[in-house]
């Protein structure tokens, strides 16, 4: 059983992390407990979570999966962060009626091989260094206003699974799912991500069917955290819209 959070009352919504992040990595986000039950995992190999093997984007997935229904919950909103964005898009690929809306932030549909395999390669070098380094290199990338170094700091947790969990989404393409999903989806990016840039949202929009775009000015891949009450008014606004329209209906 995965490790997690379950704060709050009313529409279920699923807080998914980073890679090498943590459950305490969406601490900006638990003012929306006040109207939502919001369910924060630490995925496998990431948090207090035990379970270390198997690390997969499919086994990601499947424990969130297994999670909800453990706790009876039959459908939820499901927002992931970058590695979170695309476990989600897995998690939609085999439950899509477990999933009542998407929120994919700074994430991507598609890490080409040649792209992760560099990814991984630098990692190697910067754990080389002790995990500090690597975690001081994620928030600096990760950041546009280094103000909220330490509290981007404090959402990481480096284990022996981080390189495992890395590799797990390199060459997963999921822009052939894109076009089936039948529920709506907000796409959240951000005008300095360096990780997954921007472009990576529009072009996941022309693929799928009921979707809308946020573009957050003067912000880095931890939008979470840099914009913390714009992305939890975007998130509300996103919600209360589903709640009051068709969308939360399967399309034909």
Known sequence: MLSYNDLGTGN??????GLGS??????????????????????????????????????????IINLLEYLN?????????????????????QRPDMVKGLILSNTTS??????????????????????????EQIVTTGLYDKVYKEEARNAFYIR??????????IGLNYFSVLPAIRKP???IGS?????????N??????????????????????SNIEKKDLFNQHVSDFIATCASSCYEQTVG
């Open 110 to 135: 598609y890490i080409p091989s040649i792209l992760g395999n560099s990814i991984i390669n630098n990692i190697y070098r910067l754990l080389q260094k002790g995990n500090q380094e690597l975690i």
């Open 160 to 169: 022996d699974t981080y390189i495992e969990a890395a590799k797990a989404p």
């Open 12 to 17: 279920p919504v699923v807080l998914i992390h």
């Open 185 to 187: 989806v907000l796409l």
């Open 201 to 222: 949202i529009y072009l996941m929009k022309s693929f799928i069917r009921h979707s809308q775009t946020v573009l957050l000015e003067n912000t880095g891949h931890l």
């Open 22 to 63: 943590k459950k305490e990595a969406w601490l900006p986000q638990h003012d929306l407990a006040n109207r939502y039950r919001l369910i924060i995992p630490d995925m496998r190999g990431h948090g207090e979570t035990v379970i270390n093997e198997d690390l997969t984007v499919k086994n990601f997935a499947l424990d």
């Open 73 to 93: 919950i039959p459908s939820a909103f499901i927002c992931g962060l970058s590695l979170g964005g695309i476990v989600a898009q897995e998690l939609y690929k």
């Open 191 to 199: 005008t300095h991500d360096k990780v997954t840039p921007s472009s």
